[in-house]
């Protein structure tokens, strides 16, 4: 979660519909599109995607284990097991850091309070000699 998201659990299958009261129903269904993105179209709804200020939900899952801000797991623990990570300032791509951005990793961290590191690579123009300098960062 960071200053422009949050994570909300929802205790039914349709959120946004079966968690509005019966009487207010109504008066949602009026003004849904005032603060969701439209569904009723894929054009609309690719341009309201992008839309600033309105509700999105960009994932579902059933479980989640957050360190703090910007640093999070999301998954389903079931036979797709869709992930969604957010480890803040950690390579992820190429299968980088795949021993610690995993569910396992993440839970370990809570359970038995300790630290996980992970290792970052790149390289860069040296100013001096004029040559690409290649790095290692352990964070």
């Known amino acids: ?11 039914c299958d349709n959120p946004f519909q079966d968690c509005i009261k019966p009487e207010l129903r109504t008066h949602f269904k009026e003004h849904k ?25 960009e994932w579902s899952g059933d479980a989640m284990v957050s360190l703090s801000s910007k640093n999070y797991i999301c998954y389903l623990p079931d036979e797709t097991y ?3 990570v957010s480890a803040k300032g950690i390579q992820q791509g190429s299968g980088r850091n795949n021993g610690v951005l995993n569910h396992d990793g993440f839970e370990t961290v809570v359970r ?12 860069r123009l040296s100013k001096e000699t004029k040559s690409i300098i290649t ?3 352990n964070k």
């Open 112 to 123: 038995d309070r300790i630290t996980l590191q992970g290792t970052n690579t790149g390289f």
């Open 82 to 84: 869709k992930v969604k």
């Open 135 to 137: 790095y290692t960062q």
């Open 1 to 11: 979660m960071n200053t422009d998201s949050a994570y909300i659990a929802f205790s």
């Open 33 to 57: 599109y005032d603060w969701f993105p439209r569904d009723y179209n894929t054009e609309v709804a690719k341009f309201d995607r992008r839309t600033p200020g309105l509700f999105k939900d």
